[in-house]
């Protein structure tokens, strides 16, 4: 059984940075992709990040538009791990964050493409 699992969330000032992880134990991470997303209140789960190791020490990676050039994400293959480090956080990036392992090795923005989620992590932008 697959279990993500995250942390890093937090409550933070506008312009201040969190980086997030994500260990996924049971999943080769050089075999599947990894996805972040978030989600508040109300409204659907949002794509936020993608990764996928292309090998050596390199990794494939999507963004959505609304955090392209401020979230990172990257990957530790060795552990299983992902992260995503975020930078200049805005109050709008507050959300719950989930790390997802993808069905498959291809770079995906569609939640229907993930089997296995995390509990989430809260993350709070105050302005």
């Known amino acids: 059984q697959v279990q993500p699992v995250e942390s890093g969330g937090g409550l933070v000032q506008a312009g201040s940075s969190l980086r997030l992880s994500c260990a996924a134990s049971g999943r080769t991470f050089s075999s599947y992709a990894m996805g972040w997303f978030r989600q508040v209140p109300e409204k659907e789960r949002e794509f936020v990040a993608a990764?996928?190791?292309?090998?050596?020490?390199?990794?494939?990676?999507d963004y959505a538009d609304s955090v392209k050039g401020r979230f990172t994400a990257s990957g530790d293959n060795a552990r299983n791990t992902m992260y995503l480090q975020m930078n200049s956080l805005k109050p709008e990036d507050t959300a719950v964050y989930y790390c997802?392992?993808?069905?498959?090795?291809?770079?995906?923005?569609?939640?229907?493409?993930?089997?296995?989620w995390g509990q989430g992590t809260q993350v709070t932008v105050s302005s």
């Open positions: 997802a392992v993808a069905k498959g090795p291809s770079l995906t923005r569609s939640v229907y493409d993930y089997n296995y």
């Open positions: 990764i996928r190791w292309r090998g050596g020490s390199g990794y494939y990676t």
